[in-house]
Nanobody, 124 residues
Framework: VQLQASGGGWVQTGGSLRLSCAAS????????MGWYRQCPGNQRELVAV???????NYADFAKGRFTISRVNARNTVELQLNSLNSEDTAVYHC???????????????????WGKGTLVTVSS
């Protein structure tokens, strides 16, 4: 599975960006897609994830400002970032959990994948 993210860039404090990620390659089913980020000097942290059924989980800092959405038929996930501030400056990584084939789905085996990341810079 390859994850290609786009949409990062520079934005002023209070502004918005929309990140997009598309999954491609060989897999049976993508279960979960989402975004993590790594702020300068910090470890990678969860931003938001969404299941194929539409269930979502947000980090506290993302609630009320960020919205995750997904189009299962296109294996894409998007993250709308609003009310951005300097603390949101980070490399945002797309994330997916998949069953690679029919057998792994039967067995309940999953594999996690990461995209290379897209840089979001917020400044005044």
């Amino acid at each position: 599975v390859q994850l290609q993210a786009s949409g990062g860039g520079w934005v002023q404090t209070g502004g918005s960006l929309r990140l997009s990620c598309a999954a491609s390659g060989s897999f049976f089913r993508i279960i979960t897609m989402g975004w993590y980020r790594q702020c300068p000097g910090n470890q990678r942290e969860l931003v938001a994830v969404i299941t194929s059924a539409g269930g979502t989980n947000y980090a506290d800092f993302a609630k009320g400002r960020f919205t995750i959405s997904r189009v299962n038929a296109r294996n894409t996930v998007e993250l709308q970032l609003n009310s951005l501030n300097s603390e949101d400056t980070a490399v945002y990584h797309c994330y997916a959990v998949a069953n690679v084939d029919r057998e792994s789905r039967k067995d309940g085996r999953t594999t996690a994948y990461w995209g290379k990341g897209t840089l979001v810079t917020v400044s005044s």
